[in-house]
């Protein structure tokens, strides 16, 4: 036990010189006519008067200890390692291209990274869109809604034309610059895109793995529409040197799969903390009420006179 105002333990002093009195004071003692007869001492009855007399000191003592803030340590609780995940999009041209029954390329990985959100509970996530450049649409944020309402504004056909191409290692430095400043955690990209990339070539693409990589971010890779064989090579490798995976999603339902198993694969993490201290009142009251009702009976008969 620990006391959150220690500096009070200090009047404990009251108590024990008023105990101490109370076990050596004389009072004031009247001749009464036996007392010049021949009657036992009477010490267990003396030793039982003064311990009933003492009760009042052990409920000052007990009062100056519940006015320092009694309180203990609180079990250890398990925190949940924050994940930041920022979502980094497509928005070229070609993510306009019709896909499955209705809506094209872009609405579809859009509804599919709502609904991943959705289940994701606890996590910071954040928007990139890019194409020929980037932009952070979305710092990462636990407030989804952002990421939901960012999507109705971010449409292929919206973007100027200097967003027209579609450039991975670009967006994927940008997306590093970006999680690198967020809080202790760990730190993934998922990455959409229907397309190959135009600076993969020269080692384009293991060198910006190794950049994720030495920041321990992990790359998964969504490639829609079962195109963009150019750039799934590069993708491999940026996904396989950060310990991430890239999937292929032809239809929606494949893509709502992809992002289930991404959620399996980006496991939840807890470590165990040190709690704060917490008020303990408990055992003090206990003890005072028992002392109170001691008291109380003891004043039946169990006292001096009071001269």
């Not at 990421?147 to 056909?157: E, M, Q």
């Not at 992809?258 to 704060?276: C, L, N, P």
């Amino acid at each position: 036990m620990s006391f959150h105002h220690p500096q009070l333990l200090w009047l404990l002093a009251l108590p024990v010189v008023w105990g101490f009195w109370q076990w050596v004071r004389r009072g004031h003692p009247v001749v009464l006519p036996f007392d010049h007869g021949r009657q036992p001492e009477g010490r267990w009855l003396r030793f039982l008067t003064n311990l009933a007399g003492s009760l009042p000191a052990v409920l000052l003592a007990i009062a100056v200890l519940m006015l320092a803030g009694p309180r203990k340590p609180a079990p250890p609780q398990d925190e949940r390692v924050l994940n930041n995940i920022i979502i980094c999009l497509d928005v070229s041209g070609s993510m306009g291209v019709p896909f499955g029954p209705k809506g094209s390329r872009f609405e579809a990985a859009a509804e599919a990274t709502r609904e991943f959100c959705s289940f994701r509970k606890g996590d910071a996530f954040g928007l990139t869109i890019f194409g020929s450049e980037y932009i952070h649409w979305v710092p990462p944020t636990k407030e989804l809604s952002a990421i939901a309402n960012a999507t109705k504004y971010v449409r292929p056909d919206n973007m100027p034309p200097w967003m027209g191409g579609t450039l991975i290692a670009n967006a994927l430095r940008g997306c590093r610059d970006a999680l690198v400043r967020t809080p202790e955690g760990d730190r993934a990209v998922i990455l959409i895109t229907d397309g190959g990339s135009g600076d993969f070539s020269n080692g384009g693409d293991r060198a910006v793995a190794q950049e994720l990589a030495e920041q321990h971010i992990r790359v998964f890779g969504v490639m829609i529409g079962g195109e963009g064989e150019m750039g799934s090579g590069g993708m491999e490798t940026i996904a396989s040197g950060t310990g991430g995976k890239v999937f292929s999603a032809g239809d929606r339902q494949a893509l709502e799969s992809v992002f289930r198993e991404i959620d399996g694969m980006q496991k939840s993490r807890f470590k165990q903390v040190t709690a704060d201290w917490v008020d303990h009142y408990t055992p003090l009251s206990l003890a005072g009420l028992a002392a109170s009702l001691l008291f109380g009976l003891s004043l039946l008969g169990l006292r001096y006179t009071p001269w």
